[in-house]
């Protein structure tokens, strides 16, 4: 029989700025939060969290980038 070890520490990856702007971007597009998890690779939670937090709308804002 092969152990199975469950004290392993997932590896978690932030979004990176490029993703946060491809979400913006698309959601700007009226894509659907689904459509944006897939064409990422992510979660659908994530996208869901990350759109939650406001961190998308703050980038836009912080390069000075009104839409």
Do not use: C, D, F
């Amino acid at each position: 029989m092969s152990e199975i070890n469950y004290n392993t520490k997932k590896q978690y990856k932030q979004l990176s700025l490029v993703e946060r702007t491809k979400i913006e971007t698309l959601l700007n597009e009226k894509k659907p939060i689904r459509y944006i998890a897939e064409r990422l690779g992510r979660n659908v939670s994530t996208i869901y969290r990350e759109i939650k937090r406001g961190s998308v709308n703050q980038i836009v804002h912080r390069n000075g980038i009104s839409t």
